[in-house]
T-cell receptor, first 109, second 115 residues
Framework: GQNIDQPTEMTATEGAIVQINCTYQ??????LFWYQQHAGEAPTFLSY????GLEEKGRFSSFLSRSKGYSYLLLKELQMKDSASYLC??????????FGTGTQLKVEL | EAGVAQSPRYKIIEKRQSVAFWCNPI?????LYWYQQILGQGPKLLIQ????????DSQLPKDRFSAERLKGVDSTLKIQPAKLEDSAVYLC?????????????FGEGSRLTVL
């Protein structure tokens, strides 16, 4: 089976940096995804990590440590539009993508 | 490129009634997923198709939920009879490479309210 843990809520200030952590346990790891979901909308893809290390894409970066079962999503230069739920998801055996419960990020002035 | 299409966007029914949701994936995407997302939770996989074959339906409540993907394109998810706890958003997603390496593209979802 798969188990994914991430904080329920986080609050940060516009222009700041925030790190959203995700820990996971899975049988047969094939990759870790981060998705962004605004209220009332569908999830949209942010990043994919399969090897250890940091993947950078503009203001967003994602880190993976497979030995520790740990990932984080780093958001820089926060904007109000970044207020959303951030979903950590893991692909395990069987080509199956399992999502965590999501971290609700609130960006304040 | 057209995205994943779902209908209806909203549906309100009473418990014990039936409902059906339709999904049209992105053209050429072999893998299709149905997820259930209850308010405040992450999406939960109900069923995964590869072309018109079922890859995983281990979390599908088969006593009331059914899904099919005719000709490996469109898919329908049915609930009969509905229960109060089925109130959720039903998300359809498709992928051209599957979840191993491929990004999932989601539709806007079908929001079900069971009274």
């Amino acid at each position: 089976g798969q188990n994914i843990d991430q904080p329920t809520e986080m609050t940060a200030t516009e222009g700041a940096i925030v790190q959203i952590n995700c820990t996971y346990q899975t049988s047969g790891f094939n990759g870790l995804f981060w998705y962004q979901q605004h209220a009332g909308e569908a999830p949209t893809f942010l990043s994919y990590n399969v090897l250890d290390g940091l993947e950078e894409k503009g203001r967003f970066s994602s880190f993976l440590s497979r030995s520790k079962g740990y990932s984080y999503l780093l958001l820089k230069e926060l904007q109000m539009k970044d207020s959303a739920s951030y979903l950590c998801a893991v692909t395990g055996g069987g080509n199956k993508l399992t999502f965590g419960t999501g971290t609700q990020l609130k960006v304040e002035l | 490129e057209a995205g994943v299409a779902q209908s209806p966007r909203y549906k309100i029914i009473e418990k014990r009634q039936s409902v059906a949701f339709w999904c049209n994936p992105i053209s050429g995407h072999a893998t299709l997923y149905w997820y259930q997302q209850i308010l405040g939770q992450g999406p939960k996989l109900l069923i995964q198709f590869q072309n018109n074959g079922v890859v995983d339906d281990s979390q599908l409540p088969k006593d009331r939920f059914s899904a099919e993907r005719l000709k490996g394109v469109d898919s329908t998810l049915k609930i009969q009879p509905a229960k109060l706890e089925d109130s959720a958003v039903y998300l359809c997603a498709s992928s051209d490479r599957g979840a191993y390496t491929g990004e999932l593209f989601f539709g806007e979802g079908s929001r079900l309210t069971v009274l």
